[in-house]
């Protein structure tokens, strides 16, 4: 997976695990990240461009179609003060509570946190609705 769709995906599962900030990877700011998520340019994030299929790609690392605590914990690195585990940001998604995440649980995720986030329904996002979720779960 090149660099780009990496990044790309880390910036998407910022916005679905809500605290994922990782200071070498993700933007800290909201319109940094809308910038790298905004691949085409047009000032808007579609829902093709916020695509949970790159954030499962990007983070299971062992290919077994399974994302657990421990694959996301890599990604995150060291768990900070303050800051949610990866079992506790897993278990948002969790629709099965098995611990761990399919493709489907993430894509659920990622949707509903889209929805959340398009405040006008137009089907994508300005950078006034993407920072006005920045942060929060």
């Given at each position: 997976m090149n660099v780009l769709v990496f990044r790309t995906a880390l910036l998407i599962a910022g916005f679905v695990f809500a605290d994922?900030?990782?200071?070498?990877?993700?933007?800290?700011?909201?319109?940094?990240?809308?910038?790298?998520?905004?691949?085409?340019?047009?000032?808007?994030?579609?829902?093709?461009?916020?695509?949970?299929?790159?954030?499962f790609d990007a983070l299971d690392a062992d290919n077994n179609e399974r994302v657990t605590a421990t694959e996301l914990q890599d990604q995150l690195?060291?768990?900070?003060?303050?800051?949610?585990?990866?079992?506790d940001r897993i278990r948002t998604a969790d629709l099965n509570t098995d611990g761990e995440l399919t493709a489907e649980e993430l894509g659920k995720s990622v949707q509903n946190r889209f929805a959340a986030l398009d405040a006008n329904q137009d089907g994508s996002l300005d950078l006034g609705e993407l920072t006005s979720g920045f942060g929060r779960p």
């Open positions: 994922l900030c990782v200071a070498q990877i993700l933007p800290a700011t909201a319109s940094d990240r809308f910038e790298q998520l905004d691949r085409n340019s047009d000032g808007a994030v579609s829902k093709d461009e916020y695509d949970s299929d790159l954030v690195g060291p768990q900070r003060d303050g800051e949610l585990s990866a079992a």
